[in-house]
């Protein structure tokens, strides 16, 4: 089975700062990655599909990279609302779908 | 509007069972490869079940043979069967639409529920 693994866990950032959160799949999974955001009490929210692809209605700021087994997030410009958790989930295995263990973006 | 709502979460026994129902509006559960996602308290996200457009099934290896996902096209709604619950199935449990356009699925989840919690517990 493909492991996702993500990192950081958890980390703090400031309104304003760029962030970058990484997921790494264990084999190669070639651009089938997706990217979720999650608030508490709140189901995940689709942000960006085929590792790069931007969901219809997600700002800008969010962007996605990476192929094969390295994978980034990034923020451009934190807003208040997007501290959450952020959580990466690969399709490649088909029919089978993996997510990270998740990444906490906490207010510094 | 594209929405899904979900029913039937609650407190059951460690070995009893319970049904979830997954209600779709805006789209057609049939046309769709439609899952359950799970959530246990404090965790992650952790996929279970998967129904595709063709009927075809597949589940997660922690609920292979106790877990039957279903749909009833008439009433456009996704659903879960779970028997010989465990304490460990203690989760908010999500459906979750993975869009399929002309013929290929997106990969990702577009479309989700609020989530139901189920309680496997004495």
């Given at each position: 089975?493909?492991?996702?693994?993500?990192?950081?866990?958890?980390?703090?950032?400031?309104?304003?700062?760029?962030?970058?959160?990484?997921?790494?799949?264990?084999?190669?999974?070639?651009?089938?990655?997706?990217?979720?955001?999650?608030?508490?009490?709140?189901?995940?929210?689709?942000?960006?599909?085929?590792?790069?692809?931007?969901?219809?209605?997600?700002?800008?700021?969010?962007?996605?990279?990476?192929?094969?087994?390295?994978?980034?997030?990034?923020?451009?410009?934190?807003?208040?609302?997007?501290?959450?958790?952020?959580?990466?989930?690969?399709?490649?295995?088909?029919?089978?779908?993996?997510?990270?263990?998740?990444?906490?973006?906490?207010?510094? | 509007?594209?929405?899904?709502?979900?029913?039937?979460?609650?407190?059951?026994?460690?070995?009893?069972?319970?049904?979830?129902?997954?209600?779709?509006?805006?789209?057609?559960?049939?046309?769709?490869?439609?899952?359950?996602?799970?959530?246990?308290?404090?965790?992650?996200?952790?996929?279970?079940?998967?129904?595709?457009?063709?009927?075809?099934?597949?589940?997660?290896?922690?609920?292979?043979?106790?877990?039957?996902i279903s749909r009833d096209n008439s009433k456009n709604t996704l659903y879960l069967q779970m028997n010989s619950l465990r304490a460990e199935d203690t989760a908010v449990y999500y459906c979750a639409r993975d869009p399929l356009d002309s013929g290929s699925r997106l990969g990702a989840f577009d479309i989700w529920?609020?989530?139901?919690?189920?309680?496997?517990?004495?």
């Open positions: 089975a493909i492991r996702m693994t993500q990192s950081p866990s958890s980390f703090s950032a400031s309104t304003g700062d760029r962030v970058t959160i990484t997921c790494r799949a264990s084999q190669g999974i070639s651009s089938y990655l997706a990217w979720y955001q999650q608030k508490p009490g709140k189901a995940p929210k689709l942000l960006i599909y085929a590792a790069s692809t931007l969901q219809s209605g997600v700002p800008s700021r969010f962007s996605g990279s990476g192929s094969g087994t390295d994978f980034t997030l990034t923020i451009s410009c934190l807003q208040s609302e997007d501290f959450a958790t952020y959580y990466c989930q690969q399709y490649y295995s088909y029919p089978l779908y993996t997510f990270g263990q998740g990444t906490k973006l906490e207010i510094k | 509007e594209v929405q899904l709502v979900e029913s039937g979460g609650g407190l059951v026994q460690p070995g009893g069972s319970l049904r979830l129902s997954c209600a779709a509006s805006g789209f057609t559960v049939s046309s769709n490869y439609m899952s359950w996602v799970r959530q246990a308290p404090g965790k992650g996200l952790e996929w279970v079940s998967v129904i595709y457009s063709g009927g075809s099934t597949y589940y997660a290896d922690s609920v292979k043979g106790r877990f039957t529920g609020q989530g139901t919690m189920v309680t496997v517990s004495s």
